[in-house]
């Protein structure tokens, strides 16, 4: 993939595209500075530049899908360039401060801008009471910004920058309410755990650019296209590419909330309703679906690599499904569903189906968005409370709400014709398509995913909407239109991009592929309409839909069933999320806090005792003794001329020749 000429050629308007991540750093200084002032209407400044922002996208999508990419010398559809002056020089390093423009990069362009701006709208009613809020829109900003710097860098260590700035803006919206205790340390939970997989992240980026060379002799980079190619030419030997693919997809693991390093992402709900439905929909977590993506083709030869991303995305579907399935919470069902729904990508990746799990994370971006601000709307009707033990009925006072969360949960469902059912079809395609091994086992799995996640989306529904509900609330209502807008909006665009899906599903789906994703496969994976596999899928959905009903509206089953026997200790092992948190609780109490005691004793006792104070004090007594010999008298000075130049002579002596006399 040769895309070094690609910047004198590539059309001049591209460029604005640095404006989006720009802006909303402007946005974040200005409101931090007016954080503490008195001023009203602050969040204006925010919701003019996600404004400028879509129109930012719409701007590069429409240049995007009207170029012909290959005219402007790249045999991808896409284009890259370099900043003309290095970022910085190390060696013959040069690090440039570029971006990239292609399909991957355009999808998450309008999936942040469009999601980013709608939360914002939102905000306004939703913290509208808040003493804190200016400062929470400057958070808002500087997290969209992170995430737009990420997707947009052209070199691995400007996107582990961005990495770790995206890290930081969960840290301070998941913790915004610090007054809460449990806000604090779900904040904290966050920040810790990614921080594994971002350590692996690191050390993988320093393989791949150490061990880069090229036959004319360069070596060192950090340029993702030349990283690839240089791959797809046999440059990294088989170990540097499986060491630096797995330890870039722990990176992944962490932030993506994969098992096991999803535990962070449930407790994560302590912060505001739509920081989560940002957090969940368009930054934070999507940015291992996003960085897996985009180093596909380097996964595509470490086969080592490209087996466990499949197996962890998997298990993580399967096992947050069954989670989700028995959590009370509703932003906690929310949220194993979207660690379930980000296994599924994953999946998908490693079965081969990039393209699908690309367009998987769009639909799923726009359908948990919409669930997430229905939430809200719902916490704000009953004064913040979120079991759904306590709920039910609302159907007759948010019908809004009501119709939007409808739409949202049969998306996420795999119901046709919304968004959702094409990119899960896709994803069951890719599977049975692919070249991996185990197909049968893996597709009986998958369809065990589609039916749980009907199932636990209909037990939410029935559970808030449906059911007699089992407590008095004064004052429900609907929510202020401020929030009611952009939960319709999203609703809309749940409907919209399953149809438009619909409607090119046979003729011009490949161009779609392209159009959300990297073109590097030389033989991509086609995708074609397949009655049995749509049978199945529909089938596996609506099963889990019906099955649903009768558990949890009509009550056909008797639930004491669930209450003994196997199922009564299957039913302990899903509430305790399968013992993870014990576990590392435990790990980190017996195991890490001794660790640390013993090198803070090492670090006390060696390094600061021995290493810097014994020193210390040996040339402070030295010095005592010799300010003795500091008469003041000539003659003593000149003897120690004397014994010095002596002394120096003999070594001189010894030097040359190796003898002292």
Not at 57 to 81: A, E, K, L, M, N
Not at 118 to 124: C, D, E, F
Not at 413 to 422: K, T, V
Request: glycine residues 8%; hydrophobic residues 50%; aromatic residues 14%.
């Amino acid at each position: 993939m040769e895309l070094n000429e690609a910047a004198l050629q590539a059309p001049s308007n591209l460029g604005i595209v640095w404006w989006a991540p720009v802006l909303y750093i402007i946005s974040f200084v200005a409101l931090g500075l007016l954080a503490r002032t008195k001023i009203k209407y602050t969040y204006f400044i925010p919701i003019i530049v996600s404004f400028i922002g879509i129109g930012i996208f719409i701007t590069v999508f429409s240049t995007y899908v009207t170029h012909t990419w290959p005219r402007y010398g790249c045999d991808v559809i896409g284009v890259c360039w370099n900043g003309i002056d290095p970022w910085f020089v190390i060696g013959d390093i040069e690090m440039h401060f570029g971006a990239i423009i292609d399909g991957l990069t355009v999808t998450m362009l309008g999936l942040i801008s469009i999601v980013g701006s709608l939360v914002i709208i939102y905000s306004v009613s939703y913290m509208h009471d808040d003493p804190r809020k200016t400062w929470y829109f400057s958070c808002i900003s500087f997290f969209i910004a992170a995430m737009l710097f990420l997707v947009l860098a052209n070199n691995l260590l400007l996107i582990y920058v961005a990495w770790e700035l995206v890290g930081l803006g969960s840290y301070l919206l998941i913790g915004f309410w610090y007054g809460k205790q449990t806000a604090v340390d779900a904040a904290k939970k966050a920040f810790i755990t990614t921080r594994i997989g971002d350590v692996g992240l690191m050390v993988g980026i320093l393989i791949l650019g150490a061990s880069f060379t090229t036959s004319s002799g360069s070596i060192g980079t950090f340029h993702i296209p030349d990283i690839i190619l240089a791959a797809q030419q046999g440059m990294y030997s088989t170990a540097e590419l499986n060491w630096a693919c797995l330890l870039i997809f722990l990176g992944a693991m962490g932030k993506s909330a994969q098992f096991p390093l999803h535990i962070w992402l449930p407790d994560a709900m302590e912060g505001p309703t739509p920081v989560s439905a940002l957090i969940h929909a368009a930054t934070m977590v999507t940015a291992g679906i996003y960085l897996t993506a985009r180093l596909f083709p380097l996964y595509e030869i470490s086969t080592i690599a490209l087996t466990v991303v499949t197996i962890v995305g998997l298990i993580t579907a399967i096992i947050a499904a069954s989670m989700a399935l028995v959590m009370n919470d509703l932003k906690k069902i929310l949220a194993y569903s979207t660690v379930s729904h980000l296994g599924l990508m994953i999946f998908g990746i490693g079965t081969g189906g990039y393209a699908a799990a690309m367009l998987h994370l769009v639909a799923h971006g726009f359908s948990k968005a919409l669930l997430f601000l229905s939430a809200g709307n719902i916490m704000h009707s009953l004064h913040e409370e979120t079991d759904i033990r306590k709920m039910g009925n609302l159907r007759h006072y948010m019908p809004i709400t009501t119709v939007c969360f409808l739409i949202g949960a049969l998306s996420l469902s795999g119901i046709p014709p919304l968004s959702g059912y094409f990119s899960k079809d896709m994803l069951l395609h890719g599977v049975t398509h692919g070249k991996i091994d185990f197909t049968n086992i893996y597709f009986l799995l998958s369809l065990g995913f589609i039916f749980l996640s009907a199932l636990y989306m209909t037990r939410v529904f029935i559970l808030v909407f449906w059911s007699k509900s089992t407590t008095e609330y004064k004052d429900i209502h609907e929510a202020p239109k401020t929030m009611n807008i952009p939960i319709i909006i999203l609703t809309l665009f749940s409907i919209v991009f399953g149809i438009i899906t619909c409607l090119i599903y046979q003729d011009t789906l490949l161009d779609i592929m392209y159009l959300v994703t990297w073109g590097f496969l030389d033989d991509p994976l086609h995708f074609e309409f397949d009655l049995i596999l749509t049978a199945l899928s529909v089938g596996f959905a609506l099963s889990g839909i019906i099955a649903g009903y009768f558990l949890y509206q009509e009550n056909y089953v008797n639930k004491s069933i669930f209450h003994s026997g196997i199922f009564k200790s299957l039913n302990n092992l899903i509430s305790q999320k399968y013992y993870l948190d014990d576990a590392y609780n435990w790990i980190v109490s017996n195991v890490v806090n001794k660790i640390t005691v013993l090198v803070s004793y090492v670090d006390r006792a060696f390094v600061n005792d021995i290493g810097i104070n014994t020193p210390g004090e040996a040339i402070k007594a030295t010095s005592n003794k010799l300010r003795y010999m500091q008469t003041g008298k000539v003659y003593n000075y000149a003897l120690f001329i004397v014994l010095s130049i002596s002394v120096i002579v003999l070594i001189w002596i010894f030097l040359e020749t190796g003898k002292i006399l």
